[in-house]
């Protein structure tokens, strides 16, 4: 009798754990409902016809039944029901004075777009729902998917003209997100060049915080991330608290609008920037949105990341291992900070021979080593090899490298053409311009319209080429500008517009072509830094390059910050030379290796400077990095103690699955008033577990025993070295369960 009701537990436990996703339809009510991970979703069809939102939190009971969509009453003749009521997807017409999610203008003037439930059908992971306008024949399907695993729920909606004239669509979003009334505070990513990364957290008050970006790519300035937690900003919790999250999977121009509206509810609304934004659709055309993912987390901001993190590895990230994550990055060398523009045969193959010297996997020769490129003012656009720089092509490099034992990587910046160039000498109106205007440049460079088809077919062209003549394991995909003068002049005026989606399009597609011809080549999307991350890039980008400032003090703070939207496993980071070029602070080593080594590591200074201690210091921390690099980077993160506002100290850990492994990182700014670090408890560890203590680099306190419980290193924590003091101080250790 006790061993079936144990059994009968255990079958309930592993069903709770396994939590399978569901959407289910309920006739009588109208009610969508769908469950994932520790989360459910719900939207119903109100009796006018709108779908309107219902929840959006932790998992309900499997039997509880939400209720029908009941209308927002109309608060006064100024507010009106239907600006009232929180639509899934609300079209500009009947008085909306709060974002919508689709605005158009019809052939006869008419702009009046009211979006009523038609049908809907079930899919493998959730609802397709067709909604129509009251009286014209403009259809928009939103689809919903929700991951079992994580409960992030992926919005999109398909927008098609069936009537007999074009429309113009002139805002679309991909989803609307709605919270009720409550104090909520607003977290978002800002920055600039060489600044990314800022978390940045303020109450959400009535009106609109607008993140976007109008640049024609992702932009340093705001990135298209944002996590709504409830609660007053000076009670932000790391790891309590409500938190409701989303990404927008774009790496065009984009724009989220986070409203209080007069009610106090908050509605999230994310698409395609409206801004200078006007696609038309003609009869039987769609135009498909980005895909606009959100999620739940009752763990604070830090359950929040780690459940993004965790989608993307699995979800996101191409070249993963069926239902799987991709492998740890390569530990690379990139040339850059070390050679600049002055690229050639013998001084790469020097650096190579250092490289491989370290135990380094992958080299990766950067800019300069193309067309008539000694500087940034020519040679975009010709990517043939310079012949002054390497007689013999790139081969003798490559054979080099390989006969090292590394793999080879190599820069490109495919979407850009300098002046100074045969491309653009044979096809100046290829660039984004307006006719008989001033073409604006930035760094020397102007923007290639990669909307048209013959960029697309020359950009594909010469990237097949390039990876079919040699063997080229990688390529740094660089995007150095952001666009100007956004013209398209061999479209008809009114459909030049076009191009805010078009171009984007069409860099998807080369990249999904050249991984379809080229299936090993592994990409990186960097953009002057920053510029170009998003969830949309990420699934064709195996990794980013998070910033060009590589200060390693700097890079802790942005470190914290792209983690709260990003997994470390597409975090580059190299070590570099000391002082910093930037910020002309001198920091050791050691500290400068620490600091890399959170995200996936790689070396950019020039070692061929190194002295026989700094290489042997590095070669046995990279030595150490590779047999924790695993849990580093797609463990679970925990962000114990943040670097921001000036902090005297940082720390962050991470716990791989199965809570058998645990690494942490400890950081000093400087010392003051004799300070000593503060204990540091753990967390995510099995608390029955018995773990070894080892040191990656650094000493812990006298008395800390060699090997203890989870439930000690959580509960007491690991006091430090009294040693450990001073300015631009680190130690890592890490865990192994027994
Ligand atoms: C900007 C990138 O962020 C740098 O790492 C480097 O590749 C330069 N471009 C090369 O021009």
Same mark, same amino acid.
């Given at each position: 009798?006790?061993?079936?009701?144990?059994?009968?537990?255990?079958?309930?436990?592993?069903?709770?754990?396994?939590?399978?996703?569901? *959407?289910?339809?309920?006739? *009588?009510?109208?009610?969508?409902?769908?469950?994932?991970?520790?989360?459910?979703?719900?939207?119903?069809?109100?009796?006018?016809?709108?779908?309107?939102?219902?929840?959006?939190?932790?998992?309900?009971?499997?039997?509880?039944?939400?209720?029908?969509?009941?209308?927002?009453?109309?608060?006064?003749?100024?507010?009106?029901?239907?600006?009232?009521?929180?639509?899934?997807?609300?079209?500009?017409?009947?008085?909306?004075?709060?974002?919508?999610?689709?605005?158009?203008?019809?052939?006869?003037? $008419?702009?009046?777009?009211?979006?009523?439930?038609?049908?809907?059908?079930?899919?493998?992971?959730?609802?397709?729902?067709?909604?129509?306008?009251?009286?014209?024949?403009?259809?928009?399907?939103?689809?919903?998917?929700?991951?079992?695993?994580?409960?992030?729920?992926?919005?999109?909606?398909?927008?098609?003209?069936?009537?007999?004239?074009?429309?113009?669509?002139?805002?679309?979003?991909?989803?609307?997100?709605?919270?009720?009334?409550?104090?909520?505070?607003?977290?978002?990513?800002?920055?600039?060049?060489?600044?990314?990364?800022?978390?940045?957290?303020?109450?959400?008050?009535?009106?609109?915080?607008?993140?976007?970006?109008?640049?024609?790519?992702? *932009?340093?300035?705001?990135?298209?991330?944002? @996590?709504?937690?409830?609660?007053?900003?000076?009670?932000?919790?790391?790891?309590?608290?409500?938190?409701?999250?989303?990404?927008?999977?774009?790496?065009?121009?984009?724009?989220?609008?986070?409203?209080?509206?007069?009610?106090?509810?908050?509605?999230?609304?994310?698409?395609? $920037?409206?801004?200078?934004?006007?696609?038309?659709?003609?009869?039987?055309?769609?135009?498909?949105?980005?895909?606009?993912?959100?999620?739940?987390?009752?763990?604070?901001?830090?359950?929040?990341?780690?459940?993004?993190?965790?989608?993307?590895?699995?979800?996101?990230? +191409?070249?993963?291992?069926?239902?799987?994550?991709?492998? +740890?990055?390569?530990?690379?060398?990139?040339?850059?900070?070390?050679?600049?523009?002055?690229?050639?045969?013998?001084?790469?193959?020097?650096?190579?021979?250092? @490289?491989?010297?370290?135990?380094?996997? /992958?080299?990766?020769?950067?800019?300069? #080593?193309?067309?008539?490129?000694?500087?940034?003012?020519?040679?975009?656009?010709?990517?043939?090899?310079?012949?002054?720089?390497?007689?013999? *092509?790139?081969?003798?490099?490559?054979?080099?490298?390989?006969?090292?034992?590394?793999?080879?990587?190599?820069?490109?910046?495919?979407?850009?053409?300098?002046?100074?160039?045969?491309?653009?000498?044979?096809?100046?109106?290829?660039?984004?311009?307006?006719?008989?205007?001033?073409?604006?440049?930035?760094? $020397?460079?102007?923007?290639?319209?990669?909307?048209?088809?013959?960029?697309?077919?020359?950009?594909?062209?010469?990237?097949?080429?390039?990876?079919?003549? $040699?063997?080229?394991?990688?390529?740094?995909?660089?995007?150095?500008?952001?666009?100007?003068?956004?013209?398209?002049?061999?479209?008809?005026?009114?459909?030049?517009?076009?191009?805010?989606?078009?171009?984007? /399009?069409?860099?998807?597609?080369?990249?999904?072509?050249?991984? /379809?011809?080229?299936?090993?080549?592994?990409?990186?999307?960097?953009?002057?830094?920053?510029?170009?991350?998003?969830?949309?890039?990420?699934?064709?980008?195996?990794?980013?390059?998070?910033?060009?400032?590589?200060?390693?003090?700097?890079?802790?703070?942005?470190?914290?910050?792209?983690?709260?939207?990003?997994?470390?496993?597409?975090?580059?980071?190299?070590?570099?030379?000391?002082?910093? #070029?930037?910020?002309?602070?001198?920091?050791?080593?050691?500290?400068?290796?620490?600091?890399?080594?959170?995200?996936?590591?790689?070396?950019?200074?020039?070692?061929?400077?190194?002295?026989?201690?700094?290489?042997?210091?590095?070669?046995?921390?990279?030595?150490?990095?590779?047999?924790?690099?695993?849990?580093?980077?797609?463990?679970?993160?925990?962000?114990?103690?943040?670097?921001?506002?000036?902090?005297?100290?940082?720390?962050?850990?991470?716990?791989?699955?199965?809570?058998?492994?645990?690494?942490?990182?400890?950081?000093?700014?400087?010392?003051?008033?004799?300070?000593?670090?503060?204990?540091?408890?753990?967390?995510?560890?099995?608390?029955?577990?018995?773990?070894?203590?080892? @040191?990656?680099?650094?000493?812990?306190?006298?008395?800390?025993?060699?090997?203890?419980?989870?439930?000690?290193?959580?509960?007491?924590?690991?006091?430090?070295?009294?040693?450990?003091?001073?300015?631009?101080?680190?130690?890592?250790?890490?865990?192994?369960?027994?």
């Amino acid at each position: 009798m006790l061993k079936t009701f144990s059994a009968i537990l255990m079958f309930l436990g592993a069903a709770l754990m396994a939590q399978p996703s569901s *959407g289910r339809f309920d006739q *009588g009510s109208k009610v969508f409902r769908l469950d994932g991970g520790q989360v459910s979703y719900a939207f119903g069809v109100n009796a006018r016809g709108e779908l309107q939102q219902l929840y959006w939190g932790a998992r309900l009971g499997a039997t509880d039944r939400v209720p029908a969509a009941v209308s927002r009453r109309e608060w006064a003749s100024f507010d009106s029901s239907y600006n009232n009521t929180p639509q899934e997807f609300a079209g500009w017409g009947a008085g909306l004075f709060a974002e919508p999610a689709l605005k158009v203008t019809f052939a006869d003037g $008419n702009r009046d777009l009211v979006l009523h439930y038609l049908s809907h059908t079930e899919t493998a992971d959730g609802f397709d729902v067709v909604l129509k306008d009251i009286s014209r024949e403009v259809y928009v399907t939103l689809h919903y998917a929700m991951d079992p695993e994580s409960g992030i729920l992926a919005r999109s909606a398909t927008i098609q003209n069936r009537e007999a004239q074009p429309v113009t669509v002139e805002q679309a979003a991909a989803a609307a997100w709605s919270l009720p009334a409550a104090r909520y505070t607003l977290n978002y990513l800002t920055g600039r060049w060489a600044g990314e990364w800022t978390l940045t957290q303020e109450a959400v008050h009535p009106g609109a915080r607008v993140i976007e970006s109008r640049r024609g790519s992702t *932009g340093h300035q705001a990135n298209p991330w944002f @996590a709504i937690a409830a609660g007053a900003p000076e009670q932000m919790q790391e790891q309590h608290g409500d938190v409701w999250f989303g990404a927008l999977a774009w790496s065009g121009s984009w724009r989220i609008t986070v409203e209080q509206d007069q009610l106090e509810q908050v509605r999230v609304t994310g698409g395609f $920037n409206p801004f200078d934004f006007g696609y038309v659709l003609h009869p039987q055309e769609s135009l498909e949105t980005p895909v606009f993912y959100g999620g739940y987390s009752g763990n604070g901001l830090g359950g929040a990341s780690r459940l993004l993190q965790h989608f993307e590895l699995t979800h996101i990230l +191409p070249h993963a291992a069926a239902g799987g994550a991709p492998k +740890p990055r390569p530990v690379i060398y990139n040339s850059w900070e070390a050679t600049e523009f002055r690229v050639n045969e013998a001084g790469q193959m020097a650096l190579a021979e250092k @490289a491989a010297a370290l135990g380094i996997d /992958r080299f990766v020769m950067d800019d300069g #080593w193309f067309g008539q490129r000694k500087d940034d003012h020519a040679g975009l656009g010709d990517w043939y090899v310079n012949k002054e720089k390497f007689p013999n *092509g790139l081969k003798p490099l490559i054979d080099k490298v390989h006969g090292l034992g590394m793999s080879f990587g190599l820069w490109v910046e495919p979407e850009m053409v300098n002046p100074d160039s045969d491309l653009y000498r044979l096809h100046p109106d290829w660039v984004l311009s307006f006719p008989g205007r001033p073409r604006s440049e930035q760094r $020397n460079q102007l923007v290639l319209n990669l909307a048209r088809p013959e960029v697309r077919a020359y950009l594909l062209s010469f990237l097949d080429k390039l990876l079919s003549e $040699n063997d080229i394991a990688f390529l740094k995909w660089d995007y150095n500008r952001n666009w100007s003068e956004p013209g398209w002049d061999q479209l008809p005026a009114a459909e030049q517009k076009r191009v805010y989606v078009e171009y984007t /399009r069409n860099l998807y597609s080369i990249l999904a072509e050249l991984e /379809r011809k080229h299936p090993k080549v592994e990409f990186e999307s960097c953009s002057g830094g920053g510029g170009r991350v998003d969830l949309g890039i990420l699934r064709y980008a195996d990794e980013v390059w998070p910033s060009d400032n590589t200060d390693p003090f700097d890079r802790l703070t942005q470190q914290d910050g792209f983690t709260y939207a990003y997994t470390p496993q597409i975090m580059m980071a190299w070590v570099t030379d000391s002082p910093h #070029w930037l910020n002309r602070r001198a920091t050791s080593l050691s500290y400068r290796m620490l600091s890399s080594m959170q995200g996936s590591l790689g070396i950019g200074a020039n070692i061929a400077n190194w002295t026989a201690e700094e290489t042997a210091l590095a070669k046995r921390l990279i030595a150490a990095y590779r047999q924790v690099q695993p849990t580093i980077v797609q463990g679970d993160l925990y962000r114990l103690i943040s670097p921001r506002q000036g902090s005297e100290f940082s720390a962050t850990q991470t716990v791989n699955a199965d809570k058998s492994q645990s690494v942490f990182f400890a950081f000093i700014h400087s010392t003051q008033e004799g300070h000593t670090f503060p204990q540091l408890k753990l967390q995510g560890l099995d608390p029955a577990g018995e773990y070894a203590l080892s @040191a990656i680099e650094g000493k812990a306190g006298q008395g800390t025993p060699a090997e203890a419980s989870g439930a000690w290193w959580m509960n007491h924590g690991l006091d430090m070295d009294e040693g450990f003091r001073g300015d631009f101080q680190a130690v890592a250790f890490r865990l192994d369960r027994k």
